[in-house]
Antibody, heavy 121, light 108 residues
Framework: EVQLSESGGGLVQPGGSLRLSCAASGFTFSTYAMTWVRQAPGKGLEWVSG????????YTSDTAKGRFTISRDNSKNTLYLLMSGLRADDTAMYYC??????????????WGQGALVSVSS | EIVLTQSPGTLSLSPGERATLSCRASQSVTSSFLAWYQQKPGQAPRLLIYGASSRATGIPDRFSGSGSGTDFTLTISRLEPEDFAVYHC?????????FGGGTKVEIK
């Protein structure tokens, strides 16, 4: 059974940093592209960043570019999102998601339950 | 960036009724790379439809997708109690990936 479990969320001050983790199990992690999608309270979904299975290529939204870095450790079956320069409008639930096909960083069939990030002074 | 506009914002229907949800794109979606997700309160999204009309694994056949170009539709033929939720469309034909604002299907 595919399982994705996010951790690392919390309250951070504006300008601060946070690293989210997503522990994966139930599939061959290194084979599949992964992504981060976020959802601000009461709002719609917003794609943040995606990464290929081997980690050799990543894709990031303009909103996150230069502030957020996606990475993965295939030996630990874990996906990461390092966020810096956080702003109030980064407050959201952050979901990790698994590509429906190995190369699909853009379409996802399994999602975690999310990690809540709150940016406030 | 492709902007997706979903309508209506809220759809009030009774169990057993047919639901028709619209997703309109600001420009043509490449190769009908359009997906639909269902999201219930406090839960993660669940993939229903991809490629505009292909059902994801395990999705009941009362869910169907159609459309091409800039106009796409999700139809739920007969609403079951568990279908009352928010539905999001997403295009993955061009970067950045974008989502619509969602349609809430509520019990009338």
């Amino acid at each position: 059974e595919v399982q994705l479990s996010e951790s690392g969320g919390g309250l951070v001050q504006p300008g601060g940093s946070l690293r989210l983790s997503c522990a994966a199990s139930g599939f061959t992690f290194s084979t599949y592209a992964m992504t981060w999608v976020r959802q601000a309270p009461g709002k719609g979904l917003e794609w943040v960043s995606g990464i290929t299975g081997g980690g050799g290529a990543s894709y990031t939204s303009d909103t996150a570019k230069g502030r957020f870095t996606i990475s993965r450790d295939n030996s630990k079956n874990t996906l990461y999102l390092l966020m810096s320069g956080l702003r109030a409008d980064d407050t959201a639930m952050y979901y990790c998601a698994k590509g429906i096909h190995p190369s699909s960083w853009f379409l996802w069939d399994y999602w975690g339950q999310g990690a809540l990030v709150s940016v406030s002074s | 960036e492709i902007v997706l506009t979903q309508s209506p914002g809220t759809l009030s229907l009774s169990p057993g009724e047919r639901a028709t949800l619209s997703c309109r794109a600001s420009q043509s979606v490449t190769s009908s790379f359009l997906a639909w997700y269902q999201q219930k309160p406090g839960q993660a999204p669940r993939l229903l439809i991809y490629g505009a009309s292909s059902r994801a694994t395990g999705i009941p056949d009362r869910f169907s997708g159609s459309g091409s170009g800039t106009d796409f539709t999700l139809t739920i033929s007969r609403l079951e109690p568990e279908d009352f939720a928010v539905y999001h469309c997403q295009q993955y034909g061009s970067s950045p990936l974008t989502f619509g604002g969602g349609t809430k299907v509520e019990i009338k």
